[in-house]
């Protein structure tokens, strides 16, 4: 079971959503357990559509689910708070307001003075490299600025856990290389307790302590990979023969879980 | 480079600005007119048909405008039609926004209000209009509300459609930091839905200028329509279309101005629309 110093933990979670067109319901997540230390950086890679986005929603307390516990610090999660910071896939910043208004409206909806935001908002805009686009609006910035505005927006109340949906996935090869440093760095400075999901599998492994691989509907945890390369790291650990061979192992997995999801389709499609 | 910019263009840049050549059309076409009804007197059928009282030249117009500004006629005129328009319009923004946010927040009152607005959307107000004229007598207040429910509806739609419309992610960014119902609704749900609520009031511009004029045609005892009305009737077509401008310009203006206040209450949204004309080619400020 989990040591009393896990930071998150999820015990036997099970989700399922009622179908529209058929009776009955979908089976998202069947019994998936696992726990996460302190300033720990896990990503969560799996096939498309097996559930990774409705886990960190669950986390979040964004949605209910059907069964098990999930635990923040001991403590039940039942509703979304900042003690989480959700960092979503679209950067979904509010295009009527500011740089700084956005990234100060977490501590706006908790009532905190807008001063004493705003002075605390420099730090954070200047640790993501926007100082000096403050005043700017959403519609004025570059895609990977966004990013880094939503990227602040979650540091900012300064949660426990921070939950990543896909945060670059919009983003182009170069850019995407750059946040990834630049993510690594400031979880650097500020220690916190990440869950990151993607697509990329060398960019979990290049960010993670460990990935998480999921196998498809019903999602259960296919492997847990340790990530043993040394930190600091360096983009030029993506090239190391370390690397690839994870690399290798996790494509494998996800591979041979697509597979059997497809052939699965194949059959109740015959039936 | 060097030849180009030596070179000397042939007419100025703003000549060729869009604002220039809609100027040039609108006086191109008056000046038509103007040469047209010039023609047209000097045949033998305007006389013979008398056409001198239905057709008028824009300097005639002109002309009318001047008598109609002097005997002040033209003033009172539009001082009752404006406030026909005044309260009519305000009341409609005074109704349409709320129950517009009611219906699109509480399901129950939906239910309720759909069939009425659904019913009262489809009325033609023509048909309208002289019952409440029947219902409440001549003056202001009866034409101001036939003028109200000419606006609203554009009104109270769009700010329906506006709030059902509002991005389900931007929804979920409140929650995601707890943030409460209330607060949802005032700093996500209004701020989204304002660009669709000024462009029902836009809207509303129109429809509330053409029920000034119904109302005032089938009873007034002033009012712009009721001046075109009656200088019609009396073969008269200067007045008239001096009438006819007056609405059109203030129409025009006021549709204007409400493109300003929306550009200048929610600027990220002009940018989008631009972005979708021009492609992606905006300028970075
Ligand atoms: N609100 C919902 N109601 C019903 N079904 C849903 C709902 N949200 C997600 N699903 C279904 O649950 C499954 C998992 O969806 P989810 O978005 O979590 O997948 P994902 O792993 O994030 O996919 P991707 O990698 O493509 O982002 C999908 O089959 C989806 O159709
Ligand atoms: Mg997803």
């Known amino acids: ?271 | 480079m060097k030849a180009a910019a030596e070179r000397e263009p042939r007419f100025p840049a703003w000549l060729g600005s869009p604002r220039m050549i809609a100027a040039c059309s609108v006086v191109v076409g008056i000046g038509l007119w103007q040469l047209g009804y010039e023609a047209l007197a000097r045949t033998r059928y305007f006389k013979a048909y008398a056409i001198h009282h239905f057709l008028s030249s824009p300097l005639q117009v002109v002309q009318a405008f001047g008598e109609l500004y002097r005997s002040g006629e033209l003033l009172r005129h539009s001082y009752f039609s404006f406030l026909e328009f005044a309260y009519g319009f305000l009341l409609a923004i005074a109704v349409g926004i709320p129950v517009g946010l009611l219906m699109a927040t509480v399901k129950k009152i939906n239910y309720y209000l759909d069939p009425w607005v659904s019913c009262l959307y489809a009325t033609p107000l023509v048909a309208l209009a002289p019952v409440i004229i029947v219902w409440f007598g001549l003056g202001i207040l009866p034409n101001s509300l036939v003028v109200f429910l000419g606006a609203v509806f554009p009104i109270l739609l769009n700010t329906y459609t506006g709030i059902k419309s509002v991005k389900q992610n931007l929804i979920e960014v409140v929650r995601a930091f707890g943030g409460s119902r209330l607060q949802l609704f005032f700093k996500v749900m209004i701020p989204d839905a304002t660009p669709a609520i000024i462009t029902g009031i836009r809207l509303a511009v129109g429809r509330a200028v053409i029920s000034v004029v119904v109302a005032e045609l089938f009873g007034a005892e002033a009012g712009l329509g009721f001046m075109v009305y009656f200088y019609s009737q009396r073969f008269l077509p200067g007045p008239v279309f001096v009438g006819i401008v007056v609405l059109v310009v203030f129409g025009i203006v006021s549709f204007l101005a409400l493109e300003k206040v929306q550009g200048w209450l929610s600027p990220w949204y002009a940018h989008q629309l631009r972005r979708a004309a021009h492609g992606m080619e905006v300028e970075q400020p």
Not at chain 1, 48 to 57: A, I, M, N
Not at chain 1, 116 to 130: D, F, N, P, T, W
């Open chain 1, 1 to 271: 079971m989990e040591t009393p110093a896990s930071k998150l933990v999820v015990q036997n979670l099970r989700k399922s959503f009622r179908s529209q067109r058929s009776e009955g319901s979908m089976q998202v997540f069947e019994g998936v357990s696992f726990s996460v230390q302190p300033s720990e950086f896990i990503s969560l890679v799996g096939p498309s559509g097996c559930g990774k986005t409705t886990f960190l929603r669950i986390l979040d307390g964004l949605i209910p689910h059907d069964d098990g516990e999930i635990l923040l610090d001991g403590k039940t999660v039942i509703q979304p708070g900042p003690d989480k910071g959700f960092v979503f896939q679209d950067s979904s910043l509010l295009p009527w307001r500011t740089v700084m208004d956005n990234i100060i409206l977490g501590l706006e909806l908790q009532g905190v003075d807008k001063r004493e935001s705003k002075k605390k908002a420099e730090r954070y805009i200047a640790l993501v490299g926007l100082a000096g686009f403050e005043q700017h609006y959403p519609h004025e910035l570059s895609g990977g600025m966004q990013q880094r505005v939503n990227l602040a927006r979650a540091l900012i109340v300064d949660p426990q856990v921070l939950l990543m949906d896909e945060p670059f996935a919009s983003l182009d090869a170069q850019t995407r290389e750059i946040m990834q440093a630049e993510l690594l760095k400031m979880w650097n400075q500020t220690k916190k307790t990440v869950i990151f999901v993607t697509h990329q599998i060398d960019e979990a492994i290049f960010l993670s302590d460990r990935v998480v691989v999921f196998s498809a509907r019903p999602a259960k945890i296919r492997e847990i990979v340790k990530v043993g390369i040394p930190r600091p790291r360096s983009l030029t650990v993506k090239r190391s023969k370390e690397f690839l061979d994870l690399a290798d192992h996790v494509w494998s997995i996800i591979q041979d879980e697509v597979l059997k999801s497809m052939g699965r389709e194949r059959e109740e499609g015959v039936r």
